[in-house]
């Protein structure tokens, strides 16, 4: 049985890059290029129109972020795949790029094959980074403190299975400030309801800035 085609969407507001893009990804067996967008309005007209599988997205888009863009489009057609495609390796918009949905994030300087390789790798439902954006995001995961001091005391006490009640009397605080803390504790860390608080503390919570 023969693979459907990918069908591919470029979206890029250099229409130069379009077109190499073009040139080079129509000789690719089982990629089929079935439109091109310069902006964001093309990219939404043409997800409609030419029903592509993939969508190779820039970035760097003039009228609206290719990262805000992707998300736009996931949330309309949440079946779409979006590749990112930047001259940056900027750990941030790596971030950022995934939690709005991309299924990967791929450099322009980035030789022929490797995009071929994350084309690929994306439309059979797995995730794709360049070598040399991997490289930048792990080695940026030196600890950086998302939390303040107090939040990080609060988050290794329940760790500890303290209450509200017996948190606001060890530090010192109100309960209603012990709570206002673990809202913004589960806001910062994206974290829904206690359960989650409470599994996040326990796996995470230790070091400087606890009970002890």
């Known amino acids: ?3 459907p085609a990918i069908r591919l969407l470029l979206s890029d507001d250099h229409p130069l890059v379009r077109d190499g893009l073009r040139a080079r990804l129509s000789t690719v067996p089982g990629v089929e290029v079935v439109g091109e967008a310069g902006s964001a309005a093309e ?9 592509p599988t993939l969508v190779l997205m820039d970035v760097g888009m003039r009228d609206m972020n290719g990262i805000d863009l992707a998300a736009l489009l996931l949330s309309e057609h949440p079946g779409l795949l979006v590749l990112m495609l930047s001259m940056y390796d900027n750990p941030e918009y790596v971030q950022r790029a995934l939690q709005a949905g991309a299924r990967g994030y791929v450099l322009k300087d980035a030789p022929a094959s490797e995009i071929v390789a994350a084309i690929q790798a994306v439309a059979a439902g797995g995730t794709f980074l360049s070598p040399a954006v991997s490289r930048r995001l792990f080695r940026n ?5 998302v939390l303040s001091l107090r939040e ?11 209450s509200s009640k017996q948190l606001a009397r ?3 605080l109100s309960v209603r400030t012990v709570e206002a803390h673990r809202q913004n504790i589960k806001r910062k860390l ?9 599994k996040y503390a326990v796996e995470h919570a230790s070091g400087p800035g606890g009970l002890d």
């Open 1 to 3: 049985m023969v693979e």
């Open 43 to 51: 990219a939404q007209q043409q997800v409609l129109l030419a029903s």
């Open 141 to 145: 995961q030196a600890p950086r403190p």
């Open 152 to 162: 990080s005391q609060i988050l290794s006490g329940l760790a500890k299975g303290l």
């Open 170 to 172: 060890d530090l010192d």
């Open 190 to 198: 994206g974290l829904e309801g206690q359960a989650e608080l409470i």
